[in-house]
């Protein structure tokens, strides 16, 4: 078994705090070279596993695979929707990453053989060896999903639910239509990417719309009966979006999931049957992990099943998955949740490869949403593992949520303590900051 140099095990341990700074180096196997920990995904999950492994050792060996040269956040993509932010502001390169002694390659990985424990990549003859695997790939979108959706109906319809292209094809798309337009969004059943960012969506194309081009409107059909933050995105679509965003929960009697989309016409067709026109649609289809999971046998269903405790895969040994690809039970699929079980997964990497003790992670979760300027809400909570009907599972514990009627004072301090979280977190995913957008 390959292990961590004994040279930097001391300063690790101290570094992830897992530790005990008077542990021995006793470990049978610490004469071995330095692991080798390959990272499939180069967002918030992957990027965060790699910062946390380098800074406690720069004598592990990582090595980054992300295909993009520039990633940009889906956080905050609403408020480049809204015209808060620039898309720039919202997109990071690799350089910094690159500079903290990681090996970023760029490339996508087509295959894993977890027997052999190397990674196939598409565009280099050369595997990768790995000690741990940590697959980090996000989502992909099901395009079967809803009838008439394709990759090729997204470049008219978008759903600008992967960063980057999508959300500048939709912005485009607002921008160009002749005002007096209808937007259509369609918004899946949960499990799905960020379950309050559809409302924050809307609230933000509302204050688009309302500014920009005030005789067009919005139209949500839902799947859902009940949505993240309902009370507050339902104030704020009273008070601030009256008469421009319609927003369509499912009931008992109507179901507005929706059951076929026509990208030619701009027909966005609801399982009760009713038919709206649009000049722009925004359809959220439902999602699943990226499809490298499936391809190293990592996946149940839609998602990666892993032990809470420190997000190991069910399936595989010695494979780690985290982000949206996993399923993390009550802890919702946020760049910050991902960012919190990096943490955990670079920490029981290290534990394991020196033989020390492994002690189960807890998790935190916060998720802003700015519903109009300068005026945010969040809902979050804490993360523990424990066991349930024999299984273990990550449950919420000390929950907390922005009340509706909340005063302008406190919404712009959420709005701050929000725009601080994006500084900080881009600084550690991509390490490069950021300055935030004025407060507007
Ligand atoms: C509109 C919107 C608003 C949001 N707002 C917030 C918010 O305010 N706060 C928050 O915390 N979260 C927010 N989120 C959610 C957040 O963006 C995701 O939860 C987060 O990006 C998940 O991180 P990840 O690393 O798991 O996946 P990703 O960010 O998707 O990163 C995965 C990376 O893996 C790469 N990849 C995929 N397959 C392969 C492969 N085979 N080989 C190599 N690389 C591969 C991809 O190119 C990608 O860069 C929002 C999402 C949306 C859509």
Redesign the pocket.
Known sequence: MTTMSRRRFGGLAAGLGVISATAGLEHAAMAAGPAKIVI???????ATVANRLKTADPDIEVTL????ET?T??????HYLGGFRTFQSITHTYDGVKKRGINVVR????GVDTVAKTVTLANAAATLAYDRLVV????DIKFDAIEGYSEAAAEIMPH????GAQAWLLKKKLLTMTDGGVVIMTVPLNPY??PP?PY??ACMIGHFLKTVKPKSKLILFDAKSTISKQAVFEEAIGEYYKGIIELNLSNEIDDFSVARVDAKSGDVVTKAARTERAAVANIIPPQRA???AAKAGLMDGDWCPVNPDNFTSTKVKDVYV????AIADDMP??????MSQAGVVAADIIADLSGRPRTAGTYRNT???MVSAANSAKIGADYKPGTKDGHRVLTAIDPFISAAGESDDKRRETFEESAAWYDSAVTEIFGTSITSAAAP
Do not use: M
């Not at 695979?65 to 993009?68: G, Q, T, Y």
């Not at 956040?73 to 609403?78: A, E, G, I, Q």
């Not at 699929?333 to 991902?338: L, M, T």
């Open positions: 499939i995904g180069g967002g918030p999950a992957g695979i992300e295909p993009k990633y956040t889906c956080f905050y993509s609403n490339d996508f990985a087509v980090a790939p996000g989502i600008a639910w992967q960063g990417r960020c960012g924050e969506r990226g499809v490298i985290l982000g949206d690809a699929k946020s760049a910050f949740s991902a998720c802003w949403s």
